[in-house]
C-alpha cells in the first residue's frame, strides 16, 4: 500500500475554505472583515469573492444622472480595488460583485456556491446592537455556508496565538438512579465541532469547548444528585469530544462545563480567543433567521471578538440546513 507524501501543512489546507465569500460595506468600514477573509482564502486554489450593494433607483434621493448604475458600479470597482491594494491578498483568486438591492440579499445569493461567508459588524454600543437592525445578524441568522462575523476594529494579527471557543450543547441527562451511561437526547453539534477543530488544528492553536449546564429539577434537593449531576456533565463533554480527539491526535482540546447560561459561557470564554464558533439551528428557508432566544443571536450582540455561526443539525429527525423547518429552540 502506497504512502501519501502529503505534507502536514499540505494536509491541513485541505481543511481551509476554498470559496470565500466576504462583504465589503460601501462606508469603507470592512477593512476588518476583508482582511479577515483574505488570509482565509490564502492558500493554493483560494478564491476571494468580494460583494457589495447598492440601493436601487427608486431608493436614491440623488439626481438620477448622478446614480446611474454605471456609475455607481464603476465607483463601488474603484473603491474595492483601492481597499485591495491596502491588504496582503496573498495567494487567493479575486473577484468582485457589484449589483443594486439589499446587502443581505446579495450575500446569501453569493454564498450559494460558497464554502464560507464573511462579514463585518460595526462598532456599536451593546445596547444600539440589541436595537439596530443588523446585516451581519440578518446574513449569520440565514445562510446556506458558515458565517463569520468580524467586529470593525479587530485586529487578527494580535491575536493569531490565541485560542478557537467553540459552543457546544450537552446531551440531557437522566433522572437520577439511571445508567451513567443513558442519555434523553443526542447532541447535534457534529458540524459546529469539526469547523472549529479542523480550523484549531490547521492553524496549530488550542481549542476550548465550553458548554453550559444547570441542575435539572429531579436533582435539586440532594447534594449528592447535585454533585452526581456536575460528574455526569463532565463525563459526556468528555466523551463529546473523544472522535475530534482521535481525528486530530496534535490537535490541544481542554473542556470546560460551566454553570451558568449559554450565552454567558461563550462570550466569558471567548475574552481570551482569537474566534468563538457557534451553531445555528434554523434553516436558510426560515425567514426570520435566528430563533427568538437564540444563543448565537445573544453571543453575536455581545461578544467582542470574531463569531463563526455554523448551520447546526436539527433534532427533529436530523435534517440539515435547507431541509424543512426546525421545531426546536436551540441552547446554542
Known sequence: MSMSTRTPQEQRAETAASRVVVGVDPDGRSTSAVSWAAREADHPGGSLTLVTAYPTLNTLSVRPEAASPARIEAQAQRDIEHLLRGLEIGRAETKIVVDAGTATQLLLDTAATAD???????????????????????VAGRSPVPTVVVPEHWVQLVKRTAPIVVGVEMPELPPPGRPKGDTLSVGTDEAVLEFAA????????A?????????????????????ECRTRYDEQLEALVTPWRERYPELEITVEAVAETPTDAVVDASHVAQLAVVGRHTSPRHLGGFHVGSTARAVLHHAEVPIAVVPALSRAGGRRHGHPEDVWTPTY
Do not use: E, Q
Not at 435539586?220 to 444528585?225: I, Q, R, T
Open 116 to 138: 464560507l461567508l464573511v462579514i463585518g459588524r460595526r462598532a456599536l454600543s451593546k445596547a444600539h446592537r440589541l436595537t439596530a437592525t443588523s446585516t451581519s445578524v440578518a
Open 198 to 205: 479542523a480550523r484549531a488544528d490547521r492553524l496549530g492553536v
Open 207 to 227: 481549542l476550548v469547548v465550553v458548554s453550559a449546564w444547570d441542575v435539572p429539577s429531579l436533582y435539586a434537593w440532594s447534594p449528592d444528585d447535585i454533585t
